[in-house]
Nanobody, 120 residues
């Protein structure tokens, strides 16, 4: 059973930093990409950052230059370093992975999310 577990959320003042981590486990053959999405109350879920197995990276426009995603393919983990945080960065951050399971089934998996709150 594939699981994605996030950690590292919390409360921080504007201008501060947080680091989120995500670990994928359970019957994984190969992870194609891992990423982070966020959702604020009343808003749609949006891409924050994603990295594929070849190292290609996408960032949401609002986080470019402030956030950095990294991935350890050997450990099935991804991290998101968030600097110069703004109140509008607040929301629930979800880890996401596109992967093949051990039985070669393709799927998109999500973690349960971790809350990030940036106070002004």
């Amino acid at each position: 059973q594939v699981q994605l577990v996030e950690s590292g959320g919390g409360l921080v003042q504007a201008g501060g930093s947080l680091r989120l981590s995500c670990e994928a486990s359970g019957g994984i053959f190969r992870i194609i990409s891992m990423g982070w999405f966020r959702q604020a109350p009343g808003e749609e879920r949006e891409l924050v950052a994603a990295v594929n197995s070849g190292g290609g990276i996408d960032y949401g426009e609002s986080v470019k230059g402030r956030f950095t995603i990294s991935r350890d393919n050997t450990k099935n983990t991804a991290s998101l370093q968030m600097n110069t945080l703004k109140p509008e960065d607040s929301g629930v951050y979800f880890c996401n992975a596109y992967l093949y399971t051990d039985n070669r089934a393709w799927g998109i998996y999500w973690g349960r999310g971790t809350q990030v709150t940036v106070s002004s």
